[in-house]
T-cell receptor, first 114, second 108 residues
Framework: GAVVSQHPSWVICKSGTSVKIECRSL??????MFWYRQFPKQSLMLMAT?????????EQGVEKDKFLINHASLTLSTLTVTSAHPEDSSFYIC??????????FGQGTRLTVV | GEDVEQSLFLSVREGDSSVINCTYT??????LYWYKQEPGAGLQLLTY?????DMKQDQRLTVLLNKKDKHLSLRIADTQTGDSAIYFC????????FGKGTRLHILP
């Protein structure tokens, strides 16, 4: 399957600070990147969709000014959680899409805001 | 909007078959997926099926799709302790929508 690298795998930050999460597709080019989050014992919820070189499209209820997405190249997308608060603590997962049938996800980043 | 439903828990004895069921609402789904998630880990793609197929078998895994009833199932033959995880059903049209996951517990 495709190789997707997400970094960091876990991060603890202080309330009010910003955290950047990177997602790289190592062996394919991703024209579209999907970002999900998963609260404990919940399902994955789509946060936003971004196309390379374009602004991201956010799902209803997701604040675009809080979750900044950059998709500057076909192999790298970043999600920045700005002014993080404890309620932002979650598991964030990326999915770079190369247009095929199979859908591979990053390993996830567990964010804990204290 | 689209919705994917699964039962939350399933307990199975080691060596028996596990059957995890899923229903979805989007009739325009093109693919349906099964993912496995172990504690603290990301999602592992187990298998997928095209919406125009009825069945797909891959080693111990068998996927059955009833498109008319919008019902998908995953059968794991000879369930092992390593199969203990949360299994997510997902349907895809332009986006991938996930169910809440079924926690599979293996009894000795």
């Amino acid at each position: 399957g495709a190789v997707v690298s997400q970094h960091p795998s876990w991060v603890i930050c202080k309330s009010g600070t910003s955290v950047k999460i990177e997602c790289r597709s190592l062996d394919f080019q991703a024209t579209t990147m999907f970002w999900y989050r998963q609260f404990p014992k919940q399902s994955l919820m789509l946060m936003a969709t971004s196309n390379e070189g374009s602004k991201a499209t956010y799902e209803q209820g997701v604040e675009k000014d809080k979750f900044l997405i950059n998709h500057a190249s076909l192999t790298l997308s970043t999600l920045t959680v700005t002014s993080a608060h404890p309620e932002d603590s979650s598991f964030y997962i990326c999915r770079p899409d190369r247009g095929g049938t199979e859908a591979f996800f990053g390993q996830g980043t567990r964010l804990t805001v204290v | 909007g689209e919705d994917v439903e699964q039962s939350l828990f399933l307990s199975v004895r080691e060596g028996d078959s596990s059957v995890i069921n899923c229903t979805y609402t989007d009739s325009s789904s093109t693919y349906l997926y099964w993912y496995k998630q172990e504690p603290g880990a990301g999602l592992q793609l187990l298998t997928y099926i095209f919406s125009n197929m009825d069945m797909k078998q891959d080693q111990r895994l068998t996927v059955l799709l009833n498109k008319k009833d919008k019902h998908l199932s995953l059968r794991i033959a000879d369930t092992q302790t390593g199969d203990s995880a949360i299994y997510f059903c997902a349907e895809r049209d332009d986006k991938i929508i996930f169910g809440k996951g079924t926690r599979l517990h293996i009894l000795p």
